[in-house]
């Protein structure tokens, strides 16, 4: 069975504290994606990678950085929370053909304080 | 740039009622299209997928053809139950292979 496991499902963290937010999947794929999802918003993609060591803004980059060391993980950095980052995270990856779809984690609940 | 959009809900049915969730899309050529659903507390999964013009996606009693004349892609089922209870997600997937996501449509079913 395809997996993609995210470290936490629910997380509280102080204003100004740097954040780790941690995903592996076991299914050798190529892309991974970091989402955040708020009610009324729907989904929000934040990074992207396609390869190890490579990433690639999303639509809400500010605030975040990622990291891909190697081709199963993908960490999502909050180099100092704020309130307006709590929110729900989730992991997704996907095969690089484009038919394909992306499979998610269970997500990771996340509150600023 | 590519963007999807879905009608918002909630959407509330009784048990063996006809659903449609509509779903329109643009985009840049005709990109593989899906519809995700997410059960209270759980991540996204995948309920169906088209990758091409006329091709109709199917599981669990849903349905979606992606119909490239109207850019749409509707999801309908004949008879929902309780269990269907759920968030619903129309995506494409983007020219860098990002998934793009409508809203959301939140459907209640009751008894």
């Known amino acids: 069975d395809v997996k993609v496991t995210q470290s936490s499902r629910y997380l509280v963290k102080r204003t100004g504290e740097k954040v780790f937010l941690e995903c592996v999947q076991d299914?050798?794929?190529?892309?991974m994606f970091w989402y955040r999802q708020d009610p009324g918003l729907g989904l929000r993609l934040i990074y992207f990678?396609?390869?190890?060591?490579?990433?690639e803004k999303g639509d809400i980059p500010e605030g975040y950085s990622v990291s891909r060391e190697k081709k199963e993980r993908f960490s999502l950095i909050l180099e100092s929370a704020s309130t307006n980052q709590t929110s729900m995270y989730l992991c997704?990856?996907?095969?690089?053909?484009?038919?394909?779809?992306?499979?998610f984690g269970q997500g990771t609940r996340l509150t600023v304080v | 740039g590519n963007s999807v959009t879905q009608m918002e809900g909630p959407v509330t049915l009784s048990e063996e009622a006809f659903l449609t969730i509509n779903c329109t899309y643009t985009?840049?050529?005709?990109?593989?299209l899906f519809w995700y659903v997410q059960y209270p507390g759980e991540g996204l999964q995948l309920l169906l997928k088209?990758?091409?013009?006329?091709d109709k996606g199917s599981n669990k009693g849903f349905e979606a053809t992606y119909r490239k004349e109207t850019t749409s892609f509707h999801l309908e089922k004949g008879s929902v139950q309780v269990s269907d209870s759920a968030v619903y997600f129309c995506?494409?997937?983007?020219?860098?292979?990002?998934?793009?996501f409508g809203k959301g449509t939140k459907l209640s079913v009751k008894p």
């Open positions: 997704a990856s996907s095969l690089i053909n484009m038919n394909t779809e992306a499979f």
């Open positions: 299914m050798d794929h190529e892309n």
């Open positions: 990678s396609y390869d190890v060591k490579m990433k």
């Open positions: 985009a840049t050529g005709y990109p593989s």
């Open positions: 088209a990758t091409k013009a006329d």
């Open positions: 995506a494409l997937r983007g020219s860098q292979g990002n998934l793009i």
